[in-house]
């Protein structure tokens, strides 16, 4: 790639972090293109698609809260991984207001462009509860799809404006149903 494309490429996706960050997933592409000073496009050849810029700024994050994961797992007890990892999970999505919607349909979806790196990242959590679970600290009438549904509900509920206060004291309701273990939040 070209110098002066790779610094749009790059320009683009900083631009669109913190436009999603502030107008959500559905934030205008002609917004995004006009504040990082390039034309419409010049976004399209970079990203044809909206969820192809999705994927270019998730996929990062998604591929390091996978590494996280093993991680946590090599360094933590299987309850404390787990829900370390899972606070890991929601940080990361409450930085982009509705992601929630498009992770949850690139995992229906083989042929979404996001569908592997969220397979990957649901696959890290789900080995993390089957760990927990086979320690005896976690339910063992969940699995990966159950948890990854509860979680996201988690990262839902902090988008929806005057519930953010919420969010953390039903985290730590969840967990105390999900982590056998006495929970101390």
């Given at each position: 790639m070209r110098a002066d494309a790779k610094a749009n490429h790059d320009r683009l996706l900083a631009v669109a972090g913190t436009v999603i960050t502030e107008h959500g997933t559905d934030a205008s592409m002609r917004d995004i293109a006009r504040k990082a000073g390039v034309g419409l496009a010049t976004l399209q050849r970079h990203f044809p698609t909206r969820e192809s810029l999705l994927e270019a700024l998730l996929r990062t994050g998604f591929d390091e809260l996978t590494d996280r994961a093993a991680q946590v797992e090599a360094t933590s007890p299987p309850d404390e991984a787990?829900?370390?990892?899972?606070?890991?999970?929601?940080?990361?999505?409450?930085?982009?207001?509705?992601?929630?919607?498009?992770?949850?349909?690139?995992?229906?979806?083989?042929?979404?462009?996001?569908?592997?790196?969220?397979?990957?990242?649901?696959?890290?959590?789900?080995?993390?509860?089957?760990?927990?679970?086979?320690?005896?600290?976690?339910?063992?009438?969940?699995?990966?799809?159950?948890?990854?549904?509860?979680?996201?509900?988690?990262?839902?509920?902090?988008?929806?404006?005057?519930?953010?206060?919420?969010?953390?004291?039903?985290?730590d309701l969840v967990m105390s149903a999900v982590v056998t273990k006495r929970w101390a939040g």
């Open positions: 787990l829900v370390l990892w899972l606070r890991d999970f929601i940080a990361l999505c409450t930085n982009y207001r509705g992601v929630v919607g498009s992770m949850m349909q690139a995992i229906e979806d083989p042929d979404s462009a996001l569908h592997t790196s969220c397979v990957a990242m649901r696959g890290s959590g789900a080995r993390l509860l089957t760990r927990a679970q086979e320690a005896g600290e976690a339910r063992t009438d969940l699995d990966g799809a159950d948890l990854f549904a509860l979680v996201s509900s988690l990262v839902w509920l902090r988008d929806q404006p005057g519930l953010e206060g919420r969010a953390e004291r039903l985290f």
